[in-house]
């Protein structure tokens, strides 16, 4: 598509819950980060995915995170047994290798509220 | 590993005034560097951004940003704000040639105009 794509927009959800945000990057970008917003913390940068190599995954912040990305392209974004801590807006973006190496391009973002 | 440091949450200025939004980062490697926005109710996208040459970016919006190798910054200056200036602004970093090209962004700056 012309721009990365982000579901759910918006995700409401009980403490203990499972969720699960998808991200679908630009065509041939190959280079996806997740990144998670919230208010006074900026971007904290969760994980980043680049081809073929492992995923960098230095900035999850517990061991109910995980993510994948299938094929080199949608990646999803997991949370398991979700607190409350981890309401946020989860930014998805994707980038091409040089020349315009590391410009990205960001996805709207889903926003999670843990009740 | 790299690290961004914006060192004012909120810079309040008045219409038409200059403004210069401070960011020093940390590595022991050449770096990219770059400044995001983030306008009210909108995506992040892009500024500007330093890969190599001339240590004077010029970026959208009558920005621009000076990379100081020596202290370790790039901040980002405006001669002459606007209303439609008022955003969150974000520096950002990454070291491809340390193998660590992910990109790490700063906790932002909230730029009011102030009429």
């Known amino acids: 598509g012309a721009g990365v794509s982000q579901s759910p927009s918006n995700k409401v959800t009980e403490k203990g819950k499972d969720v699960e945000l998808r991200c679908d990057p630009i065509?041939?970008?190959?280079?996806l980060y997740w990144y998670r917003q919230s208010l006074g913390q900026g971007l904290e940068f969760l994980i980043y995915?680049?081809?073929?190599?492992?995923?960098?995954k230095s900035g999850l912040p517990s061991d109910r995170f995980s993510a994948e990305r299938t094929g080199g392209s949608v990646s999803t974004l997991t949370i398991q047994r979700t607190q409350q801590e981890d309401s946020a807006v989860y930014l998805c973006?994707?980038?091409?290798?040089?020349?315009?190496?590391?410009?990205?391009?960001f996805g709207a973002g889903s926003r999670l509220t843990v009740l | 590993a790299q690290s961004v440091t914006q060192l004012d949450s909120q810079v309040p200025v008045f219409e038409e005034a200059p403004v210069e939004l401070r960011c020093n980062y940390s590595s022991s490697v050449s770096v990219y560097l770059f400044w995001y926005v983030q306008y009210p109710n909108q995506g992040l996208q892009l500024l500007l951004k330093?890969?190599?040459?001339?240590?004077l970016v010029k970026g959208i919006n009558g920005f621009e940003a000076e990379f100081n190798k020596s202290q370790t910054s790039f901040h980002l200056r405006k001669p002459s704000v606007h209303i439609s200036d008022t955003a969150e602004y974000f520096c950002?970093?990454?070291?491809?040639?340390?193998?660590?090209?992910?990109?790490?962004f700063g906790k932002g700056t909230r730029l009011h105009i102030l009429p």
């Open positions: 330093y890969l190599s040459g001339s240590t």
């Open positions: 065509s041939g970008h190959t280079a």
């Open positions: 950002a970093v990454s070291a491809p040639l340390n193998r660590d090209d992910k990109i790490i």
């Open positions: 973006a994707s980038s091409t290798s040089s020349p315009w190496a590391n410009v990205l391009t």
């Open positions: 995915f680049q081809g073929n190599s492992a995923p960098d």
